[in-house]
């Protein structure tokens, strides 16, 4: 789930038929959704295309209006957010413990990170990189290079049960699980 010019973009999982991919617009206060024919696990947007890890790791690559461009290759991870300043792709995987970095436009990753488990990685209004690790239990921040920065707990969201996907938009923690999205204030800062 992830915020790209005023509009949410949301994926629904449909099993091994694939997923659908939901917008929301903000301004008109509108609902639009687009098919997609392969199983996939997370995405991420920027403002000219949306981002799909498959399930073999791999990243397929739309237009904003859901026409299929090109496929990324490789074992490159499960969940995906767009750093808009650095011009980059997050991509955490889950299995390998790492968190790589890659150049939407050259295809190539840049760098990589070591974090134990990571289940996802969201990035803030101020470009930090906050990336959720699931064997310690809190977000590990990083900077737009990569670079650690600290970490952080998470008091506000003991409680609401399994986390499936969030992401960081206008100060709020933007969560999705048991059938809907809910909003929380950060106030990790």
Same mark, same amino acid.
């Given at each position: 789930m992830q915020w790209s010019?005023?509009?949410?973009?949301?994926?629904?999982?449909?099993g091994d038929t694939?997923?659908? /991919?939901h917008i929301y617009d903000e301004h008109f206060s509108q609902w639009g959704s687009w098919l997609v024919r392969k199983k996939v696990c997370d995405l991420a947007v920027n403002?000219?295309?949306v981002y799909l890890c498959?399930?073999?790791?791999?990243?397929?690559v739309f237009s904003t209006d859901g026409h299929f461009q090109y496929e990324i290759e490789g074992d490159l991870g499960q969940r995906i957010t767009h750093h808009s300043k650095a011009d980059m792709l997050?991509?955490?995987n889950h299995s390998?413990?790492?968190?790589s970095f890659l150049n939407g436009r050259t295809?190539? /990753?840049?760098?990589?990170i070591e974090v134990e488990k990571p289940w996802g990685a969201y990035v803030d209004e101020y470009e930090a990189i906050w990336v959720w690790s699931e064997f310690n239990q809190?977000?590990?921040?990083?900077?737009?290079?990569?670079?650690?920065?600290?970490?952080?707990?998470h008091p506000r969201m003991i409680g609401i049960g399994e986390i499936n996907t969030c992401c960081v938009h206008s100060g709020y923690l933007w969560m999705g699980y048991d059938g809907g999205i809910y909003r929380f204030a950060v106030g990790f800062r």
């Open positions: 010019n005023n509009r949410l973009y949301a994926m629904e999982e449909l694939g997923a659908k /991919v403002n000219e295309q498959t399930a073999t790791c791999n990243i397929l997050v991509i955490t390998s413990d790492t968190v295809k190539e /990753v840049e760098w990589t809190e977000f590990e921040i990083y900077d737009s290079k990569g670079e650690f920065v600290q970490s952080a707990g």
